[in-house]
């Protein structure tokens, strides 16, 4: 049975980073790419990091009835929405996303096909790394890394994630080869 492997996190926990090296390692995996209609940053590549589209292409694909889950959020910039499409479950994926969307996976492929494995870094780590990688940005925007490090509170509270029952954990301040063996040990289990 084809599998759908679910990484879940806290803003900055390492999601993009071990998402990047569990492909490169495993060619087979087929990546699930996100849609967004927010604006695109820099270094990012439509298709590769989200697939980025109008409002007017998120309701077409409301209408034909394609979109699994969706997650609307105020920012300070405005609201953008990031959803995920119908997919065939032809291979193993993986994907990033949130607690709301591997549920929504569940919903749609059954939960023995949806693997939610849930990336932690302590908070002064992940502040840390938020805050360099919103210095990089061309135009800063500090007060919505404040936003989203508070909201990420609520988003991965004990209780949500007591949702989950089959949940695993990999500590992302560990080093991304022990993420890794501790990734093939949930992958290819002995």
């Not at 969706?70 to 910039?77: D, G, L, N, P, S």
């Amino acid at each position: 049975m084809n599998r759908i492997f679910c990484l879940v996190g806290k803003s900055c926990s390492g999601k993009d980073t071990l998402y990047a090296r569990i492909l490169e390692r495993n060619p087979e995996l087929v990546p699930v790419i996100l849609h967004t209609t927010r604006p695109m940053r820099p270094g990012e590549v439509d298709g590769q990091t989200y697939h980025f589209v109008t409002e007017e292409r998120l309701r077409q694909y409301e209408e034909e009835g394609q979109v699994i889950e969706k997650r609307v959020y105020q920012t300070t910039q405005g609201l953008w929405t990031y959803f995920t499409l119908r997919f065939e479950l032809d291979a193993d994926r993986l994907l990033i996303t949130t607690l709301e969307g591997a549920r929504a996976l569940m919903n749609c492929y059954g939960p023995e096909a949806v693997g939610v494995i849930y990336l932690f870094a302590d908070d002064r780590t992940r502040l840390l790394r938020y805050i360099d990688r919103e210095s990089r940005q061309k135009h800063p925007d500090y007060a919505e890394v404040c936003r989203r490090f508070l909201a990420d509170q609520t988003d991965f509270s004990e209780e949500r994630l007591a949702q989950f029952s089959h949940l695993h954990t990999i500590n992302t301040g560990a080093g991304i080869e022990e993420c890794l063996a501790q990734w093939n040990a949930l992958y290819r289990p002995e």
